[in-house]
């Protein structure tokens, strides 16, 4: 078995509170760090509800790196929740507490409460593109079919 190369970053974090966690790896191989709701009450989530769950950090990114929120399967399976723009893009410039919207796509009542794992956090390297306008562009194999045109 082949050992895996794992390349780092820093990534610079600033608790907003004391008792805020900092996204954390639940495994070595996890390519996604999880969030944790900070909160002072617990929040219902109700069937088709949504709402803005803060986790108490800011981050720094490094440049030429963005930060991906993503949805923690085991809520999404076991109860529908899930986070509502998914992935949500983090930018390299964005120094604000990182917040997630959750919605619940279950048929129950879901409640979080203050340091539950609610996401994942994946970062990733990205590039930036040069849009150039043209008067055509090359025709394709699926040209201008869209939704569906591939088959099922």
């Not at 895996?4 to 996890?30: G, Q």
């Not at 944790?36 to 950090?57: C, H, Q």
């Not at 539950?116 to 849009?131: E, G, K, M, N, W």
Request: no cysteine.
């Amino acid at each position: 078995m082949e050992e895996a190369i794992i390349a780092t970053i820093t990534v610079k974090f600033v608790k907003l509170h004391s008792e805020a966690k900092p996204p954390m790896y639940s495994t070595e191989l996890a390519a996604g760090a999880d969030l944790t709701a900070f909160l002072s009450n617990d929040i219902l989530i109700p069937p088709m509800g949504r709402v803005l769950i803060p986790t108490g950090i800011r981050i720094e990114l490094p440049k030429g790196f963005e930060a991906q929120v993503r949805p923690r399967s085991g809520l999404a399976l076991h109860n529908g929740i899930t986070v509502l723009n998914s992935p949500g893009t983090i930018d390299e410039d964005y120094r604000g507490e990182l917040r997630v919207i959750l919605v619940n796509f279950g048929s129950s009542d879901f409640i979080i409460k203050n340091g539950d794992r609610i996401a994942q956090l994946v970062i990733s390297p990205y590039t930036t593109a040069v849009f150039n306008e043209e008067k055509t562009i090359a025709d394709s194999y699926r040209s201008i079919e869209g939704f569906g045109s591939t088959g099922i």
